[in-house]
């Protein structure tokens, strides 16, 4: 008996204790970084941006090249999961945006991997007369120069 009366006790203060850790873990607030992203108003041969699509994924790579193993940054939402919000052009004025110099340096601070989640990034797009707001994820460098296949390559 007295050995259930432990087991429950101790079971007791793991709970309470998950409680403590989970709301300390919910006051934590991620920095979010905007960015205005007007394509149009800048000339093809200047676009640091190049947009992809890959399956459900669409791509916009920041083509800096100083991303490890000389990458460039990727950005990207998932096209049927992401949500995306659109707001009047005085709405996007109230809205503290960050240069391209400023986004990169945030992007490089979010290399380590205990910092990938100390931002959210979001991406503004004119959208007619109103601005359209897009949550991005940061995507984590990798080697490109790695084979990731795990078929063997047959050499004639």
Same mark, same amino acid.
Request: glycine share 2%; aromatic share 12%; net charge positive.
């Given at each position: 008996?007295? !050995?259930?009366?432990?087991?429950?006790?101790?079971?007791?203060?793991?709970?309470?204790?998950?409680?403590?850790?989970?709301?300390?873990?919910?006051?934590?607030? %991620? =920095?979010?970084?905007? $960015?205005?992203?007007?394509?149009?108003?800048?000339?093809?041969?200047? #676009?640091?941006?190049?947009?992809? %699509?890959?399956?459900?994924?669409?791509?916009?790579?920041?083509?800096?090249?100083?991303?490890?193993?000389?990458?460039?940054?990727?950005?990207?939402? =998932?096209? $049927?999961?992401?949500?995306? &919000?659109?707001?009047? #052009?005085?709405?996007?004025?109230?809205?503290?945006?960050?240069?391209?110099? &400023?986004?990169?340096?945030?992007?490089?601070?979010?290399?380590? @991997?205990? +910092? %990938?989640?100390? $931002?959210?990034?979001?991406?503004? &797009?004119?959208?007619?007369? +109103?601005? !359209?707001?897009?949550?991005?994820?940061?995507?984590? @460098?990798?080697? @490109? %120069? &790695?084979? +990731?296949?795990?078929?063997?390559?047959?050499?004639?």
């Amino acid at each position: 008996m007295m !050995r259930y009366l432990m087991i429950f006790g101790i079971y007791s203060l793991l709970f309470f204790n998950m409680q403590k850790v989970s709301a300390q873990i919910k006051k934590i607030k %991620r =920095d979010t970084v905007y $960015y205005l992203l007007d394509t149009a108003s800048v000339s093809v041969k200047d #676009r640091m941006f190049k947009i992809e %699509r890959e399956e459900s994924a669409m791509m916009y790579l920041l083509q800096c090249k100083c991303y490890p193993y000389a990458t460039n940054i990727p950005f990207y939402f =998932d096209i $049927y999961k992401n949500k995306k &919000e659109i707001i009047s #052009r005085k709405e996007f004025k109230k809205i503290k945006t960050v240069s391209i110099v &400023e986004l990169i340096v945030i992007a490089l601070k979010c290399l380590p @991997p205990a +910092n %990938r989640t100390d $931002y959210k990034f979001i991406f503004i &797009e004119p959208d007619g007369k +109103n601005m !359209r707001l897009t949550d991005m994820v940061l995507g984590a @460098p990798y080697n @490109p %120069r &790695e084979v +990731n296949s795990t078929e063997k390559i047959k050499i004639n």
